[in-house]
């Protein structure tokens, strides 16, 4: 299952509302999950099951969709949310991640 | 806590293998799985399989099928990568990650380890 995400590449301002796209190739359900990796680090889970929010991830981001279209959503952009965002689907193996969305500071 | 902690960096000569471990601590081992996903240098994230802990289960991706052994050790609580014939396109970070009965969710990660060929 090929996953696509859009922008590659984003800049935005301190409190700015930020919304990334994941597109799979067939029906994955609610199978997708979103990490966010900053540089020289392992990945973070940030939502799993296309919604659900895990332990410890701030309020700001959310996740919406199922099927082929999918949203990551940060509310409010803050300094530490700078990063690369991959989704990923869990719905069958290989699992496989979006090429990943960038979010620099404008 | 939750830790993965995985072995150092190497540098093999194309050819070679790589074996890559991680030592889990911080929950019980024996009732997850460990996924391996591998980073080539400023690209994105290659899942390269998953090897339960509590089974003799385990999924290779098929582009590794006959080039990745994956083995978990209970008793030291430790997985292993093994990857052979190596490339400079394997040159990459592998991480190691916690991925509940293999269901592709991967919670807690490793720090990775860098693997060059060269």
């Known amino acids: 299952i090929q996953m696509t995400q859009s922008p590659s590449s984003l800049s935005a301002f301190v409190g700015d509302r930020v919304t990334i796209t994941c597109r799979a190739s067939?029906?994955?359900?609610?199978?997708l999950n979103w990490y966010q990796q900053k540089p020289g680090k392992a990945p973070n889970l940030l939502i799993s099951?296309?919604?659900s929010l895990q332990s410890g991830v701030p309020s700001r981001f959310s996740g919406s969709g199922s099927e082929t279209e999918f949203t990551l959503i940060i509310s409010s952009l803050q300094p530490e949310d700078f990063a690369t965002y991959y989704c990923?689907?869990?719905?069958?193996?290989?699992?496989?991640f979006g090429q990943g969305t960038k979010v620099e500071i404008k | 806590q939750v830790q993965l902690v995985q072995s150092g960096a190497e540098v093999k000569k194309p050819g070679a293998s790589v074996k890559v471990s991680c030592e889990a601590s911080?929950?019980?081992?024996?009732?997850?799985?460990i996924s391996w996903v591998r980073q080539a240098p400023g690209q994105g994230l290659e899942w390269m399989g998953w090897?339960?802990?509590?089974?003799?289960?385990?999924n290779p991706a098929q582009k590794f099928q006959g080039r990745v052994s994956m083995t978990a050790d209970t008793s030291t609580r430790t997985a292993y990568m093994e990857l052979r014939s190596l490339t400079s396109d394997d040159t990459a970070i592998y991480y190691c990650?916690?991925?509940?009965?293999?269901?592709?969710?991967?919670?807690?990660w490793g720090q990775g380890s860098l693997v060059t060929v060269s």
């Open positions: 911080g929950y019980t081992f024996n009732s997850f799985g």
């Open positions: 090897i339960s802990a509590y089974s003799d289960n385990k």
């Open positions: 990923q689907q869990s719905y069958s193996t290989p699992r496989t």
């Open positions: 067939q029906g994955i359900r609610s199978h």
């Open positions: 990650a916690r991925d509940i009965q293999g269901r592709g969710n991967f919670d807690y």
């Open positions: 099951a296309a919604s």
